[in-house]
C-alpha cells in the first residue's frame, strides 16, 4: 500500500520504535546465513532503506559466499511490539506465491533464495530475494509531483502502462495458489469474501476508538451494488506502479504481494487506475499538474481487454471498492500515528482519509464526471 507521508513526515507511516537496529540484524543474519548457504557467507553492507515500505521491513543486504558476491533484499515481518498496520503477516505465503506465479509464468519477479519462517532468528519471519535494478515510482514525494516518471516522455509512460497492464494480464492467467490463498466461506462468492475481509481489517482497525462515517457509508454503498463477478484468479492485491521495479520503463520485479487474493480480476485493474487517480489527485490539490493523462480509466480497461481477451467489468463498482479498501488502509495508519503521538486526532475522523473528498465523490457517482 502506499504511504501517506506525502502530507505527513516520514515518521508517521514508519515510526522509529518500528525500526530494527542494523548492526544487531547485521549480527544476526551473519549467523544464520551460513546454515541455508551449507558454507562460510559475510554480509559486506547492509542497509535499511528509508524511502518505500512501512508495513514490513526492507532491508538491502550485499553478502558473499563461494566467492561470489550476491546483492540481496531481506523482507521481514514487522515487530509486533511496532503496532503493525495489519492484524497479521504471513511471509512464508507471500514467497510460496511468488514462486508459484514465477513458475508459471513469464511475469517478471526478483529471484527466490529462502523463507524463514521461524521468528526467533530475526526477531520475525522473514524471506531473502535477489536485488533487482532498476527505478521504483515514488510515494514520498509522490511520482505525480515531479519524479522520473513525470520527467520521462509521453511514449515512454505509454510504454510503461502498457508493461504493467501486460503484467496483470500475466498475473491473472496463473492458476490460483489455492494452498496459498484466503479461501470464501461456504456458500459466499470470492468477491463476497474479500469484502468479509475487508469489513473484520476494519473492525479490527477501529475497535476501542471512533469509527469513520464515511467507511461505514462505503460498506453500506458496497452492500447495495454489488456486481455479478467474473469468473475469480489469482488477484496481486497491491497493484500499483509504485510496487514495481522498471527498467527501460518496463517492469523488471514485480514486489509486494501482501494483498494477493482469490477474486475478480478487476480487482486489480482498479486498484492500478484508482492509485493514479489518489496521487494524481494529491498532485491537483497541491496545485500541481501531475499526469492527468497517465493510466486514465478507459484507457488501462481497454489496455487489459486487448491484452488478457477479457474486458473489465462494473469499474464503478471496483474503483469505488478500491477506494474504499484504501480508506480503511488510510484511517489504519492515521489511528497508529496517533497512538504514535505523531498525528492529532482530527474532530471529524473521516479527515483521517487523505483522499475523503475523492471517496464521497465516488459514493455519489460525480467523481468520474470530472476526470474522464
Ligand atoms: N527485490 C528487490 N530488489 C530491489 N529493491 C527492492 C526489492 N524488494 C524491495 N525493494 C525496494 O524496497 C521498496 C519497498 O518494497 P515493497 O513495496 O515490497 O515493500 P512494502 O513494505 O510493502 O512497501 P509499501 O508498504 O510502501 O508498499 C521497493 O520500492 C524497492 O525500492
Ligand atoms: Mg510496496
Not at 85 to 101: E, K, N
Not at 119 to 139: E, N, T
Not at 276 to 292: C, K, N, S, T, V
Request: hydrophobic share 45%.
Amino acid at each position: 500500500m502506499p504511504n501517506n507521508d506525502s502530507l505527513n513526515a516520514n515518521e508517521v507511516a514508519r515510526p522509529t520504535s518500528s525500526r530494527r537496529d542494523p548492526d544487531w540484524l547485521r549480527g544476526r543474519l551473519a549467523d544464520w546465513l551460513p546454515t541455508v548457504v551449507g558454507a562460510p557467507a559475510t554480509i559486506t553492507r547492509l542497509e535499511i532503506p528509508s524511502a518505500n515500505g512501512m508495513s514490513s521491513e526492507t532491508i538491502v543486504v550485499d553478502a558473499e559466499w563461494e566467492g561470489v558476491a550476491h546483492p540481496l533484499v531481506v523482507r521481514v515481518a514487522p515487530m509486533p511490539e511496532s503496532d503493525p498496520v495489519f492484524p497479521s503477516y504471513d511471509l512464508d505465503r507471500q514467497f510460496a506465491i511468488i514462486g508459484h506465479v514465477a513458475s508459471s509464468t513469464y511475469v517478471a519477479l526478483p529471484s527466490l533464495y529462502w523463507s524463514e519462517p521461524d521468528p526467533a532468528r530475526l526477531g520475525a519471519p522473514f524471506f531473502v530475494m535477489g536485488r533487482v535494478d532498476g527505478l521504483v515510482p515514488p510515494d514520498v514525494m509522490p511520482y505525480t509531483f515531479g519524479s522520473w516518471v513525470t520527467e520521462a516522455g509521453a511514449e515512454q509512460r505509454a510504454t510503461l502502462a502498457e508493461k504493467t497492464i501486460e503484467t496483470l494480464a500475466m498475473i491473472h492467467s496463473a492458476p490460483p495458489p489455492m494452498e496459498s490463498l484466503d479461501l470464501p466461506a461456504p456458500g459466499e462468492t470470492p468477491l463476497r469474501a474479500h469484502v468479509r475481509r475487508l469489513r473484520e481489517f476494519y473492525t479490527w482497525a477501529s475497535a476501542g476508538r471512533a469509527g469513520s462515517g464515511l467507511i461505514e457509508r462505503g460498506f453500506a454503498w458496497v452492500d447495495a451494488h454489488f456486481p455479478v463477478e467474473s469468473d475469480a484468479v489469482l488477484t496481486w492485491g497491491d497493484a500499483r506502479i509504485g510496487n514495481v521495479i522498471y527498467q527501460d520503463f518496463t517492469p523488471a520485479a514485480v514486489l509486494d504481494w501482501e494483498m494477493a487474493a482469490y477474486g475478480p480480476r478487476e480487482l486489480d485493474v482498479a486498484w492500478l487506475i484508482f492509485l493514479h487517480r489518489f496521487f494524481q489527485d494529491l498532485a491537483e490539490m497541491a496545485g500541481l499538474p501531475g499526469l492527468p493523462d497517465f493510466l486514465r480509466r478507459d484507457d488501462v480497461a481497454e489496455a487489459y481487454r486487448r491484452t488478457s481477451g477479457h474486458e473489465p467489468r462494473d469499474l464503478d463498482f471496483y474503483t469505488t471498492y478500491a477506494a474504499l479498501i484504501h480508506a480503511v488502509v488510510m484511517f489504519r495508519i492515521q489511528s497508529r500515528a496517533i497512538h504514535f503521538g505523531q498525528a492529532e486526532e482530527p474532530a471529524d475522523t473521516d479527515d483521517m482519509i487523505l483522499h475523503r473528498a475523492t471517496l464521497e465523490a465516488m459514493l455519489a457517482g460525480t467523481y468520474w464526471e470530472k476526470v474522464r
